[in-house]
């Protein structure tokens, strides 16, 4: 049927046993730099479903997935387009967006859509002035849990003088990997816990650093199957820690719920954090 949808690469393959036709896609830029997101438009026929009547508002006729990967073909993240069939055929655009953050890899990329089996290239496009991410050596305090089924703890580094000074910092460095795609973007917490009761945060908590992976660069909807990711944090002790003993816990949680997930740890046990090493503060005015 006749249309004012014209995409700027014309297409006609046929998907989903005929009832679907990819007619083409947008891809306005083909470059991308830290904040800007690749927005990647498609257009579908859909034939008309005899199935499908006025009152029904549609039902889902086929899903679409869209694949953003890296050139070794590894999925960076995925995106789901679902069809409705319709009471008389048409044409209908449906966009989907990828963030690029500050340590998405830089290199070459494509996106590869599925459907009904088939798979098909659907653009290239480029990221560059990303910063590299973290090189990953002997991790110095080698650990084993599981979060969320999907993301494993490898363990961490910590180097400190001891005693540690009120109003200092501690440069803590994690390393996670993903077992499996990471459907949700998760914010990792590392908290410094005493005995002694901080009238600034209603609790034992003297030292917080929440930020996504990667000192907000790399979410965990990024990360690759299998490889591992070296997160740096900096928690600054409080002012007001009195000396003693004091506990660093991690773990992570999704926002807005601030829901943890559910850890399980090497020897079985289930919590909704990891107890890492214990530090000594020290009096003020003490390094």
């Known amino acids: ?151 494993r703890f490898l363990g961490y580094d910590l180097v400190s003088a001891e005693p540690i000074a009120p109003g200092s910092t501690l440069t803590l460095d994690l390393y996670w990997q993903a077992e499996r795609k990471v459907e949700g973007s998760y914010t990792v917490f590392v908290h410094l816990v005493g005995e002694a009761y901080n009238p600034a945060t209603g609790g034992p908590l003297w030292g917080q650093d929440d930020s996504l992976p990667v000192e907000n660069g790399y979410p965990t909807t990024q990360w690759l199957i299998g490889v591992p990711v070296r997160d740096r944090h900096r928690l600054v002790v409080d002012p007001q820690a009195p000396p003693g003993r004091y506990q660093i816990e991690i773990g992570m949680y999704q926002l807005p719920s601030v829901e943890r997930l559910i850890v399980q740890l090497a020897d079985g046990a289930q919590d909704t954090r990891i107890l890492l090493g214990q530090v000594e503060v020290g009096a003020a005015g003490n390094e």
């Open 1 to 151: 049927p006749p249309s004012n949808l014209s995409p700027q690469y014309p297409l006609d393959v046929p998907l989903a046993a005929g009832g679907v036709r990819l007619l083409g896609y947008d891809l306005p830029t083909t470059e991308f730099r830290p904040g800007d997101a690749a927005h990647l438009g498609l257009y579908f026929w859909l034939a008309a479903d005899p199935a499908v009547s006025a009152q029904s508002n549609g039902q889902p006729a086929v899903d679409v997935t869209v694949d953003w990967v890296d050139s070794r073909g590894r999925v960076v993240e995925s995106r789901r387009v679902t069809l409705e069939g319709r009471e008389q055929e048409c044409i209908v655009r449906r966009g989907v967006d990828f963030a690029v953050y500050p340590r998405t890899p830089a290199g070459e990329y494509r996106f590869l859509l599925s459907a009904g089996g088939e798979s098909l290239e659907v653009g290239r496009m480029r990221v560059t002035t990303t910063e590299p991410l973290l090189p990953v050596g002997t991790i110095q305090h080698p650990m084993e849990a599981t979060l969320g089924g999907s993301i």
